[in-house]
């Protein structure tokens, strides 16, 4: 079996975005991760630094302590088009919207529109947590639809994965000169840990289904048990990777208390 290529490129990273499931959101499963890539320019992390402190004592001793690791910060330049990047800023449920639809991201394909058409966002919504995911994983075996809106990784090749959870939006700052376009950089944050101490940064390499000899299978965020990761990450996430590719937000459509931070 191949191993993960000697670099990436643009070409090879898939970018996912899930909100945290709330009442009023689509139960349809496959309507609860986005790929963003397409509008992403750029990208980088930092932060996450644990900083040690020294005590001195007499006698010549030093104590050393380490410090709570520190915030994580992600900043996406990206392409702007329509409102999806102002839900993820502000969110849009809290509502001056007259036909009470929830906020989402991406195009409705069923209805030939965009799913915030029509939603107002505000700077006074209630501002919600997501769970952001980057899959690494050379471009050829990536399974895309027709449009493209949905672009999954092979199940059977090499992925690198990193999985941010609980992230919120700090700052989105916008930008539009007359011989350029339409652009901005969207800040999110993120803890090294969450309430219950869970780390809210996972990386791993592998593939989804693993054979007797090459890479071993990385964890499955779709169950507890030793292969599984699903309490850490906060919430049930699987693909199809056939010719029909899709994302899984919950293990059925009726079944949502397993949806990422589902509150209900």
Do not use: C
Request: aromatic content about 12%; proline content about 3%; overall charge negative.
């Amino acid at each position: 079996m191949p191993s993960l290529p000697d670099h990436f490129e643009g070409e090879d990273v898939i970018i996912t975005l899930e909100k945290e499931f709330i009442t009023g959101d689509s139960t349809t499963r496959t309507l609860g991760i986005k790929n963003v890539e397409g509008k992403v320019l750029s990208w980088n992390i930092s932060g996450g630094d644990a900083t040690t402190e020294d005590v001195f004592a007499f006698g010549g001793k030093t104590f050393n302590f380490s410090k709570p690791r520190n915030k994580f910060t992600v900043n996406f330049d990206i392409m702007l088009n329509n409102s999806d990047f102002d839900f993820v800023q502000f969110g849009a449920e809290e509502t001056l919207n007259k036909n009470a639809a929830a906020g989402a991201i991406g195009y409705d394909s069923g209805n030939s529109r965009d799913y915030m058409s029509g939603i107002v966002v505000t700077s006074t919504d209630k501002q919600r947590r997501w769970r952001v995911i980057m899959w690494f994983q050379d471009s050829s075996y990536h399974v895309a639809n027709s449009g493209r809106t949905i672009v999954v990784p092979s199940q059977t090749q090499p992925i690198y994965r990193m999985i941010f959870v609980d992230v919120k939006s700090v700052t989105f700052d916008k930008t539009f000169s007359a011989d350029e376009y339409m652009k901005g950089t969207l800040s999110l944050e993120f803890s090294a840990a969450d309430e219950k101490g869970y780390p809210n940064f996972i990386q791993e390499e592998g593939v989804h289904t693993a054979t007797t000899s090459g890479p071993r299978a990385i964890h499955q965020l779709t169950d507890n048990t030793t292969s599984g990761i699903q309490l850490e990450a906060r919430g049930y996430m699987d693909w199809n990777a056939t010719t029909t590719p899709y994302w899984y937000a919950g293990s059925t459509t009726t079944d949502t208390t397993v949806r990422y931070r589902y509150s209900g």
